[in-house]
């Protein structure tokens, strides 16, 4: 794991489109840990941006780069809300690159997310990327976005 969950990774490094009722302190996407349990658990966008898709992501700045080898999600972490991401996009890049963002792999590829609030769904990346940042842009989901991740790589070289 590179840190999202255990909070190596800083708030600071984990940010997003929206939020649930435009309240950040609550929802915001440092709630986006995978396992984060205490309440609010996960994050919460915007009450389902359906118009625009792309208006909705999660990013993560990793603060320097490293081998993207797979990803794991979780939904919204009250199971009584049912909110969770069921396709999704990933997105990155370099420290040297940064303003381009390109699909992992070269192409844009869709995974497959979440069918409850809680189970963790693990993803492997198919073409490893180097990457400093890496950006999740939801394709679908249920009730709303709910989300809590992780990312699994290791340095390059």
């Keep these: 794991p590179l840190g999202v969950s255990d909070g190596r990774i800083p708030d ?10 435009h309240e950040w302190d609550v929802y915001g996407a440092h709630r986006a840990r995978l396992h984060q349990t205490s309440w609010p658990p996960g994050y919460r966008a915007e009450n389902s941006p359906t118009k625009n898709k792309y208006k909705s992501w999660l990013k993560i700045d990793l603060g320097e780069e490293w081998v993207i080898t797979g990803i794991a999600t979780q939904g919204y972490g009250d199971s009584s809300v049912e909110e969770w991401v069921t396709m999704f996009e990933l997105m990155y890049a370099t420290e040297a690159d940064f303003a381009s963002t390109r699909a992992i792999g070269g192409k844009n590829r869709t995974f497959v997310g979440n069918s409850d609030s809680n189970t963790v769904k693990f993803n492997p990346i198919p073409l490893p ?15 709303n976005i709910g989300l809590r991740v992780e990312l699994y790589g290791c340095k390059p070289g």
């Design 12 to 21: 600071s490094s984990l940010t997003a489109y929206s939020v649930y009722n």
């Design 129 to 143: 990327a180097i990457a400093s940042s890496v950006t999740l842009q939801p394709q679908a989901w249920h009730g």
